[in-house]
């Protein structure tokens, strides 16, 4: 349902730090398993650090920096990013995508 998907990084961080701040009414009350950012050229940072956590590495300082600049110029060739999409840009970032990392 797209009442419960989040592009804009302003609605992203918000619901991040605090659901209700954008979404008066849980997912799960309506059905919806949970909320989605859907990751595209109006996502912010912390968006994209959090589902870079969710996929397992945890970017911070230059890190998180380079892989927002090349998140961006990514977005700005394709309307939605995916995880694979982001996975592709690990390699640039830290050059090893076999563990988990904390950066």
């Not at 609605?11 to 730090?17: E, S």
């Not at 950012?37 to 300082?61: E, I, P, Q």
């Not at 977005?75 to 995916?82: T, V």
């Amino acid at each position: 349902m797209n009442a419960f998907a989040h592009e804009a990084g302003i609605h992203q961080h918000g619901v991040l730090a605090n659901p209700l701040c954008y979404e008066i009414m849980t997912p799960e009350s309506v059905g919806v398993a949970h909320n989605r950012m859907v990751m595209g050229k109006h996502s912010g940072r912390h968006a994209l650090k959090a589902r870079l956590h969710d996929l397992g590495f945890d970017l911070t300082g230059e890190h998180l920096d380079l892989a927002y600049h090349l998140f961006v110029a990514l977005a700005d060739h394709k309307k939605n990013i995916y995880d694979q999409d982001l996975l592709g840009l690990i390699p640039d970032v830290i050059g090893d995508t076999k563990h988990t990392q904390t950066i």
